[in-house]
């Protein structure tokens, strides 16, 4: 009831699309999620947020018109679909979840992770 578990990474070429998913238990359901990054070599970083009802995003500029955060409370899942994937997207990518208050950005900010799945977009 208390994990988070990703999948769907893989390796890309640049300008491909891909769909990651996060299997969450029940519990789940009445929290925040969202999506974080890591790149090789580089802090950890906020790429999308949705609300407990799926209704209300939040998105990194960066991914902004690129990427779409939504979740599917029925079957426990959160999704980050990746289009026009370009190589500064490699990274390890984290799901999350808040358990009190609403969307934000900063990693301390959420008291649950998954152990993430690798994304690789070559050139």
């Known amino acids: 009831q208390g994990q988070l578990v990703e999948s769907g990474g893989g390796l890309v070429q640049a300008g491909d699309s891909l769909t990651l998913s996060c299997a969450a238990g029940?519990?789940?359901?009445?929290?925040?999620l969202a999506w974080f990054r890591q790149p090789p070599g580089k802090e950890r970083e906020f790429v999308a947020a949705?609300?407990?009802?799926?209704?209300?995003?939040h998105y990194a500029d960066s991914v902004k018109g690129r990427f779409t955060i939504s979740r599917d409370n029925a079957r426990n899942t959160c999704y980050l679909q990746m289009n026009s994937l370009k190589p500064e997207d490699t990274a390890v990518y984290y799901c999350v979840a808040r358990t009190r208050g609403g969307l934000r950005a900063l990693s301390s900010d959420y008291d649950y992770w998954g152990r993430g799945t690798q994304v690789t977009v070559s050139s």
């Open positions: 949705v609300s407990r009802g799926g209704r209300a995003t």
């Open positions: 029940s519990a789940f359901a009445s929290y925040a």
